[in-house]
């Protein structure tokens, strides 16, 4: 297919969300920019890009909240891009215009890259009862929550529901804190995951490689193991109705799923069941051809 062209006169080009796929793209468009007409904004709700793929190490207290951010200043330094931190409120195509919390924007070229939430399956109690692992203040949470059970002396379980990669790598780096912390004789950890193993679609041999440590490391795995409701925080997670499958949780922490992050487009734009903005092969929305969608809240 063509991709549909736009107005040679397109000016201003807005990027939303300053994660992998924002500031991957704004430095290379202000690589090109740089000396030539147009205007390139960048719109982030945070002063810093967070390194996502590390906060699992902040839950564990194994790096700092600051070690994990990089001013989103400094990497756009020298390049001719605006960058406004705001939280975006809306979008509205019909408009061209972009509403933040601060200000409205209009746009000429509008590419969305707000990433990705958690999703909770409509489970009961599961948003309620859990904590996410999808940004640093949720890992700065995780990361007191767990501090405050290694100062208590009787028995408590950590239950981490999903056995994706973020749930996985969290369950060995709060393994590794409590070993730190000497509380391996009375805080344990447990990951639930509904399929029938941990990292579903991962090589075979890594898995099993990966299955081996945890096991070493004392972490109870649970696979075909999908969890039906949840409890207060300090309570417990239901495999089923029956009270025999429910397991105590004095922490509950949520990795189980992942759905486009959840902006409002109004007009509304088609969106995937899992809420991703459904893109054509040059990452646009075939209704706006000036608005482009990339990396996680995007499908193809
Ligand atoms: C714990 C964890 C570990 C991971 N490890 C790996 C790994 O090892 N390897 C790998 O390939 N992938 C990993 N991933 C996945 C990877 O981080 C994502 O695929 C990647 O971040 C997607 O990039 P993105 O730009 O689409 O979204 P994001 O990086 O999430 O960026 C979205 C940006 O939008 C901003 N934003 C969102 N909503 C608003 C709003 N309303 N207003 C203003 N700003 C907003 C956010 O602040 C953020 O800066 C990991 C993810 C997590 C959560």
């Given at each position: ?6 107005r040679s ?10 994660g992998y796929a924002?500031?991957?793209l704004?430095?290379n ?5 740089k000396?030539?007409?147009g205007?390139?904004?960048?719109v982030?709700?945070n002063?810093y890009?967070q390194?996502?793929q ?7 207290g194994?790096?700092t ?8 200043l400094?990497?756009?330094?020298g390049?001719n891009i ?14 061209n215009?972009?509403v ?8 000429d070229v509008?590419?969305?890259?707000l990433g990705?939430?958690?999703?909770y399956?409509?489970i009961k109690g599961a ?19 767990v ?5 208590l ?10 056995g994706g990669a ?8 709060l ?11 009375s ?12 990292l ?9 490689k990966?299955?081996e440590?945890?096991?070493k490391?004392?972490i ?14 300090g ?5 089923s109705d029956?009270?025999?499958t429910?397991?105590q ?8 799923g992942v759905?486009?992050y ?7 734009v ?10 054509n092969?040059?990452?646009q929305?075939?209704?706006y051809?000036?608005i ?9």
């Amino acid at each position: 297919m063509e991709g549909q062209k736009m107005r040679s006169s397109n000016k201003r080009i807005v990027i939303l969300g300053a994660g992998y796929a924002g500031i991957f793209l704004a430095t290379n468009i202000g690589r090109y920019f740089k000396g030539k007409e147009g205007e390139v904004i960048l719109v982030d709700r945070n002063p810093y890009h967070q390194l996502l793929q590390e906060i699992h190490l902040v839950a564990a207290g194994f790096r700092t909240a600051n070690e994990v951010k990089i001013p989103i200043l400094r990497l756009i330094d020298g390049m001719n891009i605006k960058f406004i931190q705001s939280t975006i409120k809306q979008i509205r195509p019909d408009k061209n215009l972009v509403v933040l919390e601060s200000t409205e924007i209009k746009y000429d070229v509008l590419i969305i890259c707000l990433g990705a939430s958690t999703k909770y399956f409509n489970i009961k109690g599961a948003k309620e009862n859990s904590l996410p692992l999808r940004s640093i203040s949720d890992a700065s949470l995780i990361y007191d929550r767990v501090g405050a059970l290694i100062k208590l002396n009787n028995k408590q379980n950590i239950v981490i529901v999903g056995g994706g990669a973020t749930g996985v790598s969290l369950g060995g780096a709060l393994s590794d804190f409590i070993k730190d912390s000497k509380k391996t004789d009375s805080i344990s950890i447990t990951i639930i995951e509904a399929l029938p193993t941990i990292l579903s679609g991962w090589d075979e041999r890594l898995v099993k490689k990966v299955n081996e440590v945890l096991h070493k490391k004392g972490i109870r795995i649970m696979t075909r193991s999908p969890v039906t409701k949840v409890e207060n925080c300090g309570s417990s997670v239901y495999l089923s109705d029956d009270d025999a499958t429910k397991i105590q949780s004095s922490l509950t922490i949520w990795t189980a799923g992942v759905k486009g992050y959840d902006i409002q487009i109004d007009p509304e734009v088609e969106k995937t069941k899992d809420g991703k903005i459904i893109v054509n092969e040059f990452c646009q929305i075939d209704r706006y051809p000036n608005i482009f969608s990339i990396g996680d809240i995007a499908a193809v």
